[in-house]
């Protein structure tokens, strides 16, 4: 089992930054990637971006491309994404997820909630304008 914990979320206005910060504990010797995804109410949760564990290969969803920055510190198994020029739309709950072990995935590293074994419980980003 890994465990996930995610911190870092809070209130900003437009423009601003955050840094979300997902520490891993447990089994986490077999991560594959890990990553990070947002949900709002009523919606599915949606991809954001995810890093491959062993080279820090990532990938973004669009959006967030040159605004949002992933990486991961392999001493700590800490996941980090820092967020700059926030805006209202990516207001959201953002979910920290780890894989365990490979596979055969869509896109490597993986972006499908689907291809991910382990969540953390969430932390709120709320961005007003």
């Known amino acids: 089992q890994v465990q996930l914990v995610e911190s870092g979320g809070g209130s900003v206005q437009a423009g601003g930054s955050l840094r979300l910060s997902c520490s891993a504990s447990g089994r986490t010797r077999n991560i594959y990637a890990m990553g990070w995804f947002r949900q709002t109410p009523g919606k599915e949760r949606d991809f954001v971006a995810s890093i491959r564990w062993r080279d820090g290969t990532t990938s973004y969803t669009d959006s967030v491309k040159g605004a949002f920055r992933i990486s991961r510190d392999t001493t700590s198994r800490t996941l980090i994404l820092q967020m700059n020029n926030l805006q209202p739309e990516d207001t959201a709950n953002y979910y920290c997820?780890?894989?365990?072990?490979?596979?055969?995935?869509?896109?490597?590293?993986?972006?499908?909630?689907?291809?991910?074994?382990?969540w953390g419980q969430g932390t709120q980003v709320t961005v007003s304008s």
């Open positions: 997820a780890a894989r365990d072990g490979g596979g055969t995935f869509d896109l490597d590293p993986p972006q499908l909630p689907k291809e991910y074994n382990y």
